[in-house]
């Protein structure tokens, strides 16, 4: 029971290929490599709204003054 060799692994994957066909595996690696990306993305966008609070909590201090309309 020693590790397997080239040949087993080339042997494997025409089987594979034989009963799933190029088409179907080709959709699959698509499919996953999409989920991966997704992934990814939601990783970065759950960092950016962390990032927005700490922007987005400045203080503004100032004061507003009132419109007056003067009629002539």
């Avoid at 999409?34 to 759950?46: I, L, Q």
Wanted: aromatic share 6%; no cysteine; net charge positive.
């Amino acid at each position: 029971m020693g590790s397997f060799s080239i040949w087993h692994w080339l042997i494997v994957l025409l089987v594979v290929v034989l009963i799933f066909g190029t088409k179907k595996l080709r959709n699959i690696g698509e499919d996953l490599g999409g989920a991966v990306k997704g992934f990814k993305e939601g990783m970065k966008g759950s960092e950016d709204p962390q990032k927005q609070v700490t922007q987005d909590s400045k203080i503004i201090e100032g004061e507003a003054k009132e419109k007056t309309q003067t009629k002539v």
